[in-house]
């Protein structure tokens, strides 16, 4: 018998022809080895690369039928109420989508649902990578990307949340028109630009249009893969726990396991995205009817992730000056710097942050925000800060909900937001201090068991129940840092940036609980076995 040589299949063929031209399977084996670690708010970052594939599907199929034009028309679709009435095209075209297209409907929920999905999950990413410390050295770039896309993502929610031309949408382009002509000399000739005229103009629903399917997705597209590439060259964060360093990354590789993995979550979340679209109403355009810059009234608030801009326009007091017969609108000028002062301290606290502890080590393990009780601080502190302007939003309903009076709804909040971050920062940074003294007395001691023993002595004791390895580990995986001091003969100029860097040390680590050193577990461990 003579042996027969098996002929390759067409896809072997198809893959070796692919390979010897682009030698993709050097990189299929790299990626295929990359391991990710087993932790349910990694799957977070998942979320938002899956929703924003539902958006990108459901867009796609919404931009076939949608008209960007405000040429007028007279409605004569399927939605008696409106039959005859004049609107833009823009809005005649939401409605039959609404309507008349067969799935139009779905498509545009799915595709609202999707975007509320993408930014809420980009924020709630970017507050574990804060709170676990992952955006220190080497992710400092990577979390400004990180940050980036979320602006990006709030300005292609913004502008598609304006395209239907509706009376809500109308609304909250009157009150971009409003900022940008509160800016002192160029306020109004931007806002001539940016309308094509007297707002609102013809040509604000075709530029915007232009910015949400072209300008802003390919924008959102090439940092999400910056972002990717970053992940993977510099490796993923991981929790503390036995085996694991800065050194490696314990978990499943790509292949197969965790691919296998994110393609059955990547379903799920597509699913729930098409369950809701399917069953919970969202954006009813045509309630509200098309644009028209007079029936302006209470009630009217923007997607919930752009509502800080509007709460701080509504916290701040009317202040007007004039100077030399020009009007400065402090209402509008100082939530506009404090916005973008907030703004850009989040980009860059990475770096502030890194010049206070003057640590230049690479960190691979995720801190617990009970560990740095400072930085907790600073983050529930900013939490708060962005809460209460959002709420701020809703002053209105909040107060014909509950029967107050506007104005009273307006000075507690303005408390609130003031007072109230001072309060959030001091009593958070004391229950962080409070959980590391518990951990600490844990670890050297052990848990409460509630059994009591008497002692040859007479004496009534509590047998504590020692710690198994893993929590153990977790417990007194951290670092402690100490101020900088400043001595007066020290070598070199002291400089007032030194003295600056020394008071913000002591600010941030003054108030520290030391880890527990294995002296004081080894005589811990004696005193028990005693």
């Known amino acids: 018998m003579t042996a027969t040589a098996t002929r390759p299949s067409l896809t072997a063929k198809a893959s070796n022809y692919l390979d010897e031209r682009t030698s993709i399977s050097t990189l299929v084996a790299t990626l295929g080895r990359k391991v990710f670690p087993d932790h349910w708010s990694f799957m977070l970052g998942e979320i938002i690369l899956y929703s924003f594939v539902a958006i990108l599907l459901s867009g796609t199929f919404l931009t076939f039928f949608f008209e960007p034009s405000m040429t007028e028309v007279h409605y004569n679709g399927s939605y008696v109420p409106l039959k005859g009435v004049a609107m833009s095209a823009a809005y005649a075209s939401a409605l039959d989508l609404s309507f008349d297209v067969r799935g139009g409907l779905l498509m545009r929920q799915l595709h609202h649902w999707a975007a509320l999905l993408f930014i809420a999950a980009i924020g709630l990413h970017m507050l574990r990578v804060f709170f676990t410390g992952a955006f220190r050295k080497p992710r400092e770039i990577n979390w400004v990307v990180g940050f980036i896309l979320f602006i990006l993502a709030l300005a292609e929610g913004f502008t598609g949340y304006s395209l239907p031309d509706d009376l809500l949408s109308g609304n909250g382009l009157a009150i971009i028109n409003g900022m940008v002509k509160g800016i002192p000399i160029v306020g109004t000739w931007i806002s001539y630009l940016l309308f094509g005229g007297v707002f609102p103009g013809d040509d604000i629903v075709p530029r915007l249009f232009v910015l949400h399917i072209m300008l802003l997705p390919a924008l959102v597209i090439a940092f999400i893969g910056i972002h990717m590439v970053l992940l993977v060259v510099n490796k993923h964060t991981q929790f503390a726990g036995p085996g694991k360093t800065n050194d490696n990354v314990v978990g499943a ?278």
């Open 253 to 530: 590789p790509i292949m197969p396991l965790f691919a296998a993995k994110a393609g059955s979550f990547f379903f799920i979340v597509f699913g729930v995205l098409v369950a809701i679209a399917s069953t919970f109403t969202i954006l009813p355009l045509w309630e509200y009817g098309p644009y028209d810059p007079s029936p302006v009234s209470a009630g009217t608030q923007p997607d919930w992730y752009i509502g800080f801009a509007d709460g701080a326009l509504r916290l701040m007091p009317g202040w007007e000056t004039e100077i030399f017969n020009w009007t400065i609108s402090w209402n509008i000028l100082v939530p506009i710097a404090v916005l973008g002062l907030f703004i850009v301290i989040v980009m860059i606290y990475p770096f502030i942050e890194q010049w206070i502890t003057g640590d230049e080590r690479e960190h691979h393990i995720a801190e617990r925000p009970r560990n740095n009780p400072t930085r907790t601080a600073i983050g529930a502190a900013g939490v708060w800060f962005y809460a209460i302007m959002w709420a701020a939003a809703s002053s209105d309903l909040i107060a014909t909900h509950f029967r107050l009076n506007v104005f009273h709804v307006t000075y507690a909040l303005q408390a609130m937001l003031i007072v109230g971050t001072v309060v959030v920062y001091w009593l958070t940074k004391r229950i962080a201090l409070g959980l590391q003294k518990k951990d600490r007395e844990i670890l050297l001691h052990g848990y409460e068991s509630g059994r009591i023993v008497r002692r040859p002595g007479g004496e009534y004791i509590e047998v504590h129940q020692p710690l198994d390895e893993y929590e153990a580990w977790k417990l007194k995986a951290y670092e402690s840092y100490a101020p900088v001091m400043v001595r007066p003969n020290a070598k070199g100029r002291i400089t007032p940036a030194t003295h600056l860097r020394a008071a913000l040390t002591r600010w941030f680590f003054e108030d520290r609980v030391s880890p527990v050193t294995p002296r004081e577990l080894e005589i811990a461990k004696r005193h028990d076995d005693h």
